[in-house]
Antibody, heavy 121, light 110 residues
Framework: EVQLVESGGGLVKPGGSLRLSCAAF????????FNWVRQTPGKGLEWVSS????????YYADSVKGRFTISRDDAKHSVYLQMNSLRADDTAVYYC??????????????WGQGTMVIVSS | QSVLTQPPSVSAPPGQRVTISCSGS????????VSWYQQLPGTAPKLLLY???KRPSGIPDRFSGSKSGTSATLAITGLQTGDEADYYC???????????FGTGTKVTVL
């Protein structure tokens, strides 16, 4: 079955760091671009970051630029989001999503179940 | 802050038709394909439409999409109770080099 499974969420203090992981199953990871999208409970979707196949490009939302880093390890079938200098407004459910066409098509066809990040003292 | 504007909510009785608009600009909808996502309560988003009007495998033809200029529209016909969900449009913004989602629309079946 084609699926994405996120992990690594949890409670962290302001200024702290967290690394989210997204494990892929049922397809060849190296052929696709991946994205992180977050959602504050009760609010809308916010795109966070994109990483192309072969690391050709990576993009970040202004709200996380300089603090978050997206990466991938195709051999481990995984994508990561390193989050540093966390703030209270980073509190959200973080979803990993696959880009359907492998480039930057913006068509997110496979989503994980999400992992919750809570930034609080 | 989203750059794609959707109505906060739409509603209709079962069997009826609803439309959801998504308004953007030339740097996003005007020059890129639009996707639509359905998010049922307590679940992850699901791709509903892509490239403005294409349905992934398994999506019924009750869901359709269109685009004109800097706006896109999602239509749901034969509304069912299982369609109660939040719906989001999304597209790449070439000017900002970011992906943007719409503000989201809650569909209620009366």
């Amino acid at each position: 079955e084609v699926q994405l499974v996120e992990s690594g969420g949890g409670l962290v203090k302001p200024g702290g760091s967290l690394r989210l992981s997204c494990a892929a199953f049922g397809f060849t990871v190296s052929s696709f671009s991946f994205n992180w999208v977050r959602q504050t409970p009760g609010k809308g979707l916010e795109w966070v970051s994109s990483l192309s196949s072969r690391n050709y490009y990576m993009y970040y939302a202004d709200s996380v630029k300089g603090r978050f880093t997206i990466s991938r390890d195709d051999a481990k079938h995984s994508v990561y989001l390193q989050m540093n200098s966390l703030r209270a407004d980073d509190t959200a459910v973080y979803y990993c999503a696959r880009d359907m066409w492998g480039g930057n098509s913006g068509v997110y066809d496979i989503w994980g179940q999400g992992t919750m990040v809570i930034v609080s003292s | 802050q989203s750059v794609l504007t959707q109505p906060p909510s739409v509603s209709a009785p079962p069997g009826q038709r609803v439309t959801i608009s998504c308004s953007g600009s030339s740097s996003n909808i005007g020059n890129n394909y639009v996707s639509w996502y359905q998010q049922l309560p307590g679940t992850a988003p699901k791709l509903l439409l892509y490239d403005n009007d294409k349905r992934p495998s398994g999506i019924p033809d009750r869901f359709s999409g269109s685009k004109s200029g800097t706006s896109a529209t999602l239509a749901i016909t034969g509304l069912q109770t299982g369609d109660e969900a939040d719906y989001y449009c999304g597209t790449w913004d070439s000017g900002l080099s970011v992906y943007v989602f719409g503000t989201g629309t809650k569909v209620t079946v009366l």
